[in-house]
């Protein structure tokens, strides 16, 4: 199974700030990637997908980038409602993959 | 409006077996691929099993190949995972989400609110 890491783990950040998160595969993918977006005791949303397609309805300061191995989630400028946590996810195989999350709280 | 109803969750024994059920409405249930991803408390997601829209194909993840299984009633709108074999280390909360396409690319676009299954003695 393709394995998916992403770092960091956890940051601190304040409203307005820029805020990149990593995601690596473990083979490569090509742009079959996708960031989730999850908020406590709520189940998980869509941000992004096929590594940089923004899906319908999110802010346009988030934006993600990479093909192959290696992808990167972007806020642009940090806003109250956007701490949470953020997930990747291969859909390169049919058995899909999560990375282990990132946890953006606020510094 | 897209709905997904978990219901089923609850306390079992290790060893013991419980049987998920998810209500869809408000889209066309058997044109959909179906998942089953579950979240340990305070741990990230794990996606568990697939099923095609016709139940045709089914996938599993390792961690749970062999002990739990996957199935589908288009005509009822629902689907469902029976765990059998529980571990302590299933506890979770299960969310029943679909499996949508844009072009080439799959994602899972719909989501239940998740239904917590506590393995434990």
């Known amino acids: 199974d393709i394995q998916m890491t992403q770092s960091p783990s956890s940051l601190s950040a304040s409203v307005g700030d820029r805020v990149t998160i990593t995601c690596r595969a473990s083979?490569?993918?090509?742009?079959?990637l996708n960031w989730y977006q999850q908020k406590p005791g709520k189940a998980p949303k869509l941000l992004i997908y096929?590594?940089?397609s923004l899906q319908s309805g999110v802010p346009s300061r988030f934006s993600g980038s990479g093909s192959g191995t290696d992808f990167t989630l972007t806020i642009s400028s940090l806003q109250p409602e956007d701490f949470a946590t953020y997930y990747c996810?291969?859909?390169?195989?049919?058995?899909?993959?999560f990375g282990p999350g990132t946890k953006v709280d606020i510094k | 409006e897209v709905q997904l109803v978990e219901s089923g969750g609850g306390l079992v024994q290790p060893g013991g077996s419980l049987r998920l059920s998810c209500a869809a409405s408000?889209?066309?249930?058997?044109?959909?691929?179906m998942n089953w991803v579950r979240q340990a408390p305070g741990k990230g997601l794990e996606w568990v099993s697939y099923?095609?829209?016709?139940?045709?194909?089914?996938y599993y993840a390792d961690s749970v190949k062999g002990r739990f299984t996957i199935s589908r009633d288009n005509a009822k709108n629902s689907l469902y995972l029976q765990m059998n074999s529980l571990r302590a280390e299933d506890t979770a909360v299960y969310y029943c989400?679909?499996?949508?396409?844009?072009?080439?690319?799959?994602?899972?676009?719909?989501w239940g609110q998740g239904t917590l299954v506590t393995v434990s003695s």
């Open positions: 099923i095609s829209s016709s139940g045709s194909t089914i």
């Open positions: 408000g889209f066309t249930f058997s044109s959909y691929e």
């Open positions: 996810q291969q859909s390169y195989s049919p058995i899909f993959t």
């Open positions: 096929a590594a940089s």
């Open positions: 989400a679909s499996r949508g396409a844009y072009g080439d690319y799959e994602v899972i676009d719909y």
């Open positions: 083979q490569s993918i090509s742009s079959y």
